[in-house]
């Protein structure tokens, strides 16, 4: 089974900074990996597919890098709205394992 | 507007079956590959299962083969779970959820707002 082991588990910065969160896989994932917002009491929300690629309608300060087994999801000035839990989610030898990293929480310092 | 409803849910005893609907409507169903993802009570989302456009590739989680079947009917726009000797740590809220393409990428770009399935006796 492919493990997906995000850092830092808490990341605290103020509006205005930069994000770098980072999502490891125990084996190579290619680019399978996407990332995912989620806010209290809302449903996730695609922000990035295939590694590098923005989902539709996500701002531009959002973007992911990486390829294999380490990845980055950076948010370049963070906005009131982004503090939330990322998650991100890797495709890998389908069928049938798609898995999902534990998570980082991201709040306002 | 994509909408996707979940339907189904609710409180079920160890070892027992529940089955959940969703309903989906405003994209073109057949064009797409569904997923279920669960999230148990203030935890982590965890993919359950998924299934291609025409149900030829499906998968699952290691924690619900053998007892959960996906499935799908294009001619009524719904996917379904058959969930089949439910234990406690099955208690999550099931999303509904639609990939961005008809093949499986697991890039789920639309959810449903959950059916809560509550496994306890």
């Known amino acids: 089974e492919i493990v997906l082991t995000q850092s830092p588990a808490t990341l605290s910065l103020s509006p205005g900074e930069r994000a770098t969160l980072s999502c490891r896989a125990s084996q190579s994932i290619s680019s399978y990996l996407a990332w995912y917002q989620q806010k209290p009491g809302q449903t996730p929300r695609l922000l990035i597919y295939e590694a590098s690629k923005r989902a539709t309608g996500i701002p531009a300060r959002f973007s992911g890098s990486g390829s294999g087994t380490d990845f980055t999801l950076t948010i370049s000035s963070l906005e009131p709205e982004d503090f939330a839990v990322y998650y991100c989610q890797q495709r890998s030898n389908w069928p049938p394992e798609i898995t999902f990293g534990q998570g980082t929480r991201l709040e306002i310092k | ?121």
Not at chain 2, 13 to 41: E, K, N
């Open chain 2, 1 to 121: 507007e994509v909408q996707l409803v979940e339907s189904g849910g609710g409180l079920v005893q160890p070892g027992r079956s529940l089955r959940l609907s969703c309903a989906a409507s405003g994209f073109i169903f057949d064009d797409y590959a569904m997923h279920w993802v669960r999230q148990a009570p203030g935890k982590g989302l965890e993919w359950v299962s998924g299934i291609s456009w025409n149900g030829g590739s499906i998968g699952y989680a290691d924690s619900v083969e053998g007892r959960f079947t996906i499935s799908r009917d294009n001619a009524k726009n719904s996917l379904y779970l058959q969930m089949n000797s439910l234990r406690g740590e099955d208690t999550a809220l099931y999303y509904c959820g639609k990939d961005i393409d008809s093949v499986v990428t697991a890039s789920v770009d639309y959810w449903g707002q959950g059916a809560l399935v509550t496994v306890s006796s």
